[in-house]
């Protein structure tokens, strides 16, 4: 069975940094790209973060480059986003996916890890 378990959320002040973990199940995550989503009550589910299979192609929406980071610690089958400068509007539910090798059709999902930056 396939599991995508994200972790790290919590409640920070604006200007914070946060760390989120997606650790994977099931699965070699290292055949997989990865991405990052967030959703807030009543919006779709919106694109934030993805890293490439093989880790060479990082690709992050226009409201958090610079302030967030993607990477692989493929030894713990984790993929990590590192968020910092945290603002109010990045307030969300935070969600790992993956999609086999580089596609973007996202198998998998994990339940999410509430982020909520206070200002």
């Known amino acids: 069975q396939v599991q995508l378990v994200e972790s790290g959320g919590g409640l920070v002040q604006a200007g914070d940094s946060l760390r989120l973990s997606c650790v994977a199940s099931g699965i070699d995550v290292r055949d997989y790209s990865v991405g990052w989503f967030r959703q807030t009550p009543g919006k779709e589910r919106a694109f934030v973060a993805r890293?490439?299979?093989?880790?060479?192609?990082?690709t992050y929406a226009e409201s958090v480059k610079g302030r967030f980071t993607i990477s692989r610690d493929n030894a713990k089958n984790t993929v990590i986003l590192q968020m910092g400068t945290l603002k109010p509007d990045d307030t969300a539910v935070y969600y790992c996916?993956?999609?086999?090798?580089?596609?973007?059709?996202?198998?998998?999902w994990g339940q999410g890890t509430q982020v909520t930056v206070s200002s």
């Open positions: 890293i490439s299979r093989n880790a060479v192609q990082e």
């Open positions: 996916a993956a999609a086999f090798s580089d596609t973007r059709n996202y198998a998998f």
